[in-house]
Every structure is written in C-alpha cells, then in structure tokens.
C-alpha cells in the first residue's frame, strides 16, 4: 500500500500538477507533497517530470523550463541563478552492467551558481557543473565542468572560457501559463 500511494504522489506530480498552468500550484505540490527544497523567486515550468519525491533542491532565482526531466533519486542540487533550458534531462542513477543482477549506481549531481544547460542537453550521474560553467544544446555530459568553462558535443568536452567572472543577473523567470 506504502508503495502504491508513493507512486500514485508521483504520477499526480508528474501528470496532472506539471500540467497545470498556474505556477503557484505546482510550486505548492512540488514543496509541500514531492518534498523539493525551492528556493525564492524559482520557477519550475509546465510538463516537467521526476523520478521520485525528495532529491531536489534548488537556490533562489533559478529556472527548470517546460519538458525536462530530472532524475532524483541520487539527489539533483541546483545553484542560485541557474537556467535550465527546455528539454533537459539530468540523471542521477545508471545500471552496473557488471552486475549479475544488473544492480542500480546513484551518484548526485550539483549544478553551481550561474550555470546554463542548453536546450535538450543531458548530465549524466556524478556529474558537476561549475559557477558560471555552460553547456551547450544537445549536449552529453559525461564528467564534470570546472567554473567558468563552455562545454559542447556529444561527449561533451571544453570548447571555450567565459571571461565575465562578476556575474549580477539572476534567472528569475515567471510567465504567465508557463
């Protein structure tokens, strides 16, 4: 019964609140029932999905646009002023293919302060996105980001540097029926 009701907490996050246009809502659902930590003036835009309640905890003025999915049962931990473009999709557990029982491997992923993940990039478990760092759209990444540094490619791999270092934006981003 524990199990069914778990599930039957998620499919309702999942399919009917991340469905609802009224952002307010879905924030309320997301932090009173699924167990996410969100910070102030955060957004988290329609259609977006889970894996499990709890494992997310996300800073002040960051943004999870529409489709993406977050893998949080190794845990998924979003800095402050973090945009998180469309179509996104972060994993946090992989399968240990040299397991008899094909056993499962978590590992978190942190995302720093002032990041950018571009639209339908992946970040794959144990991985660790830097202040500042970028990754670019359609995106693989398969190991960490040091701070400041723009990564591409499938795999990812270091393409630039961002020269700005004294950051004051923030990614607060609100629409209304997003």
């Not at 199990?3 to 469905?19: D, Q, T």
């Not at 102030?40 to 999905?49: D, E, L, P, V, Y």
């Not at 999915?69 to 399968?95: E, M, P, Q, Y």
Request: aromatic share 10%; hydrophobic share 40%; with cysteine.
């Amino acid at each position: 019964m524990r199990i069914a009701l778990s599930e039957l907490r998620l499919y309702v996050g999942n399919v009917i609140v991340a469905s609802i246009p009224i952002h307010a809502v879905r924030l309320f659902y997301y932090r009173r029932v699924l167990g996410f930590r969100i910070g102030t003036g955060s957004s988290i835009f329609m259609a977006c999905r889970f894996d499990c309640a709890g494992g997310l905890t996300m800073g002040a003025n960051s943004t999870i646009n529409d489709g993406c999915f977050l893998d949080t049962r190794g845990s998924i931990t979003i800095g402050n002023c973090v945009a998180i473009t469309s179509g996104v999709w972060i994993s946090t557990v992989k399968h240990d293919i040299e397991s008899s029982a094909f056993g499962a491997i978590s590992a978190p992923v942190e995302i720093g302060d002032y990041a950018f993940l571009g639209r339908r990039s992946t970040v794959l478990q144990g991985c660790r996105i830097g202040r500042g760092a970028i990754l670019g759209a359609g995106s693989v990444l398969t190991k960490s980001i040091p701070d400041y540094e723009v990564w591409a490619g499938n795999p990812a791999r270091k393409i630039g540097e961002r020269r700005q270092r004294n950051f004051n934006y923030n990614c607060r981003y609100l629409r209304l029926f997003h």
